[in-house]
Each structure stands twice: as C-alpha cells, then as structure tokens.
C-alpha cells in the first residue's frame, strides 16, 4: 500500500497509467473508465446539487459532475493530487484528510445529495470501511445516495479466485471489497458488478 509520499509521487502519472492498466484489461484497474462512467450517470440522474467526494485523487470524476454544474467538495490524503484537482475544479472545497481518520472538520455539520468514493477506500480494513459508510450515511440528505466504485467481488469465492489469478498484481496491504461482507453491515445496499475485478456499491440513507 503506497504512502501519502508514494502516491504524491504518483500523481504525475497516475490518470494516465490506471486508463492503461484499464485499456489492457489488467487488474486492479479494469473496468476504470466504466466504473466512473457508471457513477456519472447513476449520480446526474438524480439531479444533484450538492456533492462530496471522498478520496477525490487529481478530481477526475469530480470534474464531470463539476462542469454539470454540482457544486463539489472533496477530500485527499494526498497533497499532491489535491493540488492537480483544484486547478480542474478551481471553485470546489477540497480538504486534505485521511479517511481511517474520519471526514475533515471543515465539512462538520453539512448534508449532501450525493457522496463518491472511487478507488479509494480499498485502503481502509473492513470495520474502518463501515465506520466511514456509517458516518457519510448520516450525511446525506433525505433522497440521497452514496456510490463507491472500487477494486470490488460479489463473493468471497470471486476475491479468492482473482488473487490466485493475479498474484503478481496483488496488494496484500490492501482490503478489497466483497459484497457479501459488507452486505451484512449494510442489508438495503446494492452491489453492480461492472468487470472481473470491479463493481459499484450503491447505499442509500
């Protein structure tokens, strides 16, 4: 798992080696392109007007929603990538803030139509994953909804497959979702596969 430091680093090349990784059909990045297309649609159907986004990286799919006019706010753990994302999305509130830490204080007491997370909280363990989804739950508004597109499996029975298949790409310091555990936490979400290695959890207040 890359440090705040690593993935500073990798902010030069970072959009364009994960649409390469995506292209070439390579875990852990296929199905990228899709998975943020998928959000897009499923999120401007419901006509936003506020949204955050959590772990917004260089603001990639942040930007779409931006340009749509969705005033947007968003958090990083690194430095670097929030500094490329607020020259794409110059008038958005974007906070630097590590997620096993909670949400930054400066969006204490706000509620959102709409909450992402893409590639992202694959680096939180299970019980900081629910902690999180509790917490970002809480803040959305009455007819909200919560997507997080990740490195994701239906089933235990997918993940293990996947990681003998590609073992020469897995991060063992990384906690790639399965649907099937945290169903458990969260009975009324939804799980839609879009590729070998990727899905969209889709949860509801």
Request: proline share 3%; charged share 30%; net charge negative.
């Amino acid at each position: 798992m890359l440090s705040k430091k690593g993935f500073d680093e990798w902010m030069k090349s970072y959009d364009k080696d994960v649409v390469q990784t995506d292209e070439a059909g390579r875990f852990p990045f296929a199905g990228y392109r899709d998975v943020l297309y998928t959000i897009y649609q499923m999120g401007l159907k419901r006509a936003p007007k506020t949204l955050l986004d959590v772990g917004v990286g260089t603001g990639v799919l942040a930007k779409q929603f931006y340009a749509a006019g969705v005033k947007v706010e968003g958090m990083d753990f690194s430095a670097e990538m929030l500094k490329k994302a607020q020259k794409r999305l110059p008038d958005a509130t974007l906070l630097h803030g590590d997620m096993r830490e909670g949400l930054p204080d400066g969006f204490s007491g706000k509620s959102y139509d709409l909450i992402t997370g893409t590639y992202a909280l694959h680096h939180l363990n299970h019980k900081e994953k629910v902690r999180l989804l509790e917490d970002l739950r809480k803040r959305l508004n009455d007819d909200g909804v919560l997507l997080i597109g990740d490195v994701a499996f239906e089933t235990h029975s997918d993940h293990d497959t996947i990681r003998r298949n590609h073992q020469e790409d897995w991060d063992e310091d990384e906690h790639y979702w399965v649907y099937e555990t945290i169903q458990k936490d969260f009975p009324k979400s939804l799980f839609l596969p879009i590729s070998y290695c990727a899905g969209v959890l889709i949860v509801r207040k």
